[in-house]
């Protein structure tokens, strides 16, 4: 599995691990945010459960997750806090790695390289009748624009390789049927897992 990560710059900021996002796609079609043309940081984080969005990056990106669920007739139900939006579970198919939804891709340094987050990794769910995308608004003052949570980062393999500052992904394993509780590594002492 190692062998198919695909690799990005990583940085290293006061303990914090990120990788710097150029543009995103929802089902293949690419957002257009209102925000200044630099790099978009994500931060990592096993802390908070699910990955939030400063409120002009999340505006655009839930205006837009909407119309790619709408073309697929999923149908909406109202909002279970901290989930803004929210579906019928009878409205989403199934697939082998969870929810037939549409995926969300974060375009990293370029358009060939991308984290694509689908499926168990994106929807959330709340109860037999109703599953929720599991990206919330982390606010107008959010510290970090996109703070990748411990739900999106789960079955995805990373590699922080700290002595040639680059992280090492593989988006979900589950699209490869596996999970990362069935993966046997060895480590050459320049790298961290999480």
Request: charge should be positive; proline fraction near 5%.
């Amino acid at each position: 599995m190692c062998k198919s990560l695909t690799y990005t710059p990583l940085v290293t900021d006061r303990g914090d691990y990120f990788i710097s996002m150029k543009s995103m796609k929802i089902d293949g079609r690419k957002l257009s945010f209102t925000m200044p043309p630099k790099d978009v940081r994500i931060k990592f984080s096993t802390v908070i459960p699910h990955t939030t969005m400063e409120s002009s990056i999340y505006e655009t990106f839930i205006s837009a997750y909407l119309k790619a669920a709408t073309r697929i007739n999923m149908t909406t139900v109202a909002s279970m806090p901290p989930f803004s939006m929210c579906f019928s579970a009878k409205s989403v198919g199934r697939t082998p790695i969870g929810p037939a939804v549409p995926p969300v891709d974060l375009l990293l340094q370029t358009e060939m390289v991308k984290w694509r987050i689908q499926g168990r990794n994106l929807m959330v769910r709340v109860t037999d009748e109703i599953m929720c995308l599991g990206i919330i608004n982390g606010g107008l003052d959010a510290k970090d624009s996109i703070v990748l949570g411990g739900y999106q980062l789960e079955d995805n393999l990373l590699q922080f390789d700290l002595g040639t500052s680059m992280l090492g992904f593989s988006s979900s394993s589950t699209t490869k049927q596996t999970s990362c509780s069935n993966l046997k590594m060895s480590f050459t002492g320049t790298e961290e897992l999480l």
